[in-house]
């Protein structure tokens, strides 16, 4: 991937499964759904999709210290799964 193209922002997505988009179709992902979106100041946005199935925060920050940056994002989101409820993944 090349710098982002003029008059874009690219935004890139950090997370685990869900941002990576297990179980639904590949355009039903949220940083796709993002894509092609306007940013603030109304340029176009340019979602990467960064999510890898099993990774925490801690991986995440890995990655984008390894080849995230070289992406040339100007918004970086991580997206996570704040586990709420006492015991939710007992069966894990």
């Known amino acids: 991937i090349g710098p982002p193209a003029p008059g874009q922002t690219r935004l890139l997505v950090l ?4 941002t990576f988009g297990w179980g639904v179709a590949a355009a039903a992902t949220y940083p796709r759904l993002l ?3 306007r940013a603030a100041d109304g340029s176009r946005i340019e ?4 999510g890898v199935i099993g990774y925490g925060t801690d ?3 890995a ?3 390894a080849y995230g940056w ?3 994002p100007r918004i970086v989101l ?3 799964w704040y586990i709420w409820k006492k015991g ?3 069966w894990v």
Do not use: H, K, P, T
């Not at 979602?47 to 960064?50: K, L, S, T, V």
């Open 78 to 80: 991580v997206g996570f």
């Open 70 to 72: 070289a992406l040339q």
């Open 63 to 65: 990655w984008l210290d």
């Open 47 to 50: 979602a990467i999709n960064g």
């Open 59 to 61: 991986n995440e920050a």
């Open 35 to 37: 894509d092609g979106s």
């Open 88 to 90: 939710a993944l007992e």
């Open 15 to 18: 997370g685990d499964s869900f």
